[in-house]
């Protein structure tokens, strides 16, 4: 799935130590913000200090984010997960892709005919 919009926070990183494997690991969250007409916010998570380096979000920059979207119970609730996977960097003055264009009306090539003037003799109450 995606989303573009525009970085709106971003999260402390958090880290430790895997009680499974004992490798230490990384994780960030970030807040990105639709340009709709109703915007929408949306919170996901970079794992991996190597990723998080190379993909370099900050604050006000427009982006579409890849993400896969997973859940899990803890105590008898759901929890969505956001992860994501690639970031592209939107190109200043690019149209944005979440914002359709209005319909265009097709243009007929035949002309509508003309409607008759008028007249004294009509006895039309209109």
């Known amino acids: ?31 990105i913000e639709t340009h709709e007409q109703y915007p929408r916010r949306c919170c996901f998570r970079i794992f991996g200090e190597d990723k998080i380096k190379n993909m370099n979000i900050q604050i006000g920059e427009e982006l579409t984010v890849s993400f896969d979207i997973d859940a899990h119970q803890y105590q008898d609730r759901w929890f969505n997960e956001i992860s994501c996977w690639k970031v592209d960097r939107v190109q200043p003055g690019a149209p944005a892709a979440a914002a359709p264009a209005a319909p265009v009306a097709p243009q007929s090539p035949i002309p509508a005919p003309a409607t008759p003037a008028a007249t004294e003799e009509d006895d039309l109450p209109f």
């Open 1 to 31: 799935m995606e989303i573009t919009g525009k970085i709106i926070a971003v999260l402390e990183a958090k880290s430790g130590i895997s009680n499974r494997t004992g490798n230490p690991w990384m994780s960030q969250e970030y807040v």
